[in-house]
């Protein structure tokens, strides 16, 4: 079992960027596929990128494609999400996913433990 706690969040401007962090506890944090996932006000969770349980393989969704990165430390147990040219449909909560013993995946279902969340908005 692996406990999830985000951070990083807060309010930006249009085109500004942020990092945010995910730090985990419990499990060995290596045996994780790990992922981002945001929900937006009145819309569903949805999948923004994952990363593989080395760091070697990521996955993002097209709407983040090069203006996000996922990476991972596995040595201070943290995966982090660096945004840039943020936009106002960025405005979400943003959580951090953990799915034991697997490949990445961009599915909601895959994943086996989530965080809290931490919130992103962004003024245009």
């Known amino acids: 079992q692996v406990h999830l706690v985000e951070s990083g969040g807060g309010l930006v401007q249009a085109g500004d960027s942020l990092r945010l962090s995910c730090a985990a506890s419990?499990?060995?944090?290596?045996?994780?596929?790990m992922g981002w996932f945001r929900q937006a006000p009145g819309k569903e969770r949805e999948f923004v990128a994952s990363?593989?349980?080395?760091?070697?393989?990521?996955n993002y969704a097209d709407s983040v494609k090069g203006r996000c990165i996922i990476s991972r430390d596995n040595a201070k147990n943290l995966v982090y999400l660096q945004m840039t040219s943020l936009k106002a449909e960025d405005t979400a909560v943003y959580y951090c996913?953990?799915?034991?013993?697997?490949?990445?995946?961009?599915?909601?279902?895959?994943?086996?433990?989530w965080g809290q969340g931490t919130r992103v908005t962004v003024s245009s």
């Open positions: 419990g499990d060995t944090f290596s045996t994780y596929a």
């Open positions: 996913a953990a799915r034991f013993n697997a490949n990445i995946s961009p599915h909601i279902g895959a994943y086996d433990y």
């Open positions: 990363i593989s349980r080395t760091g070697v393989n990521t």
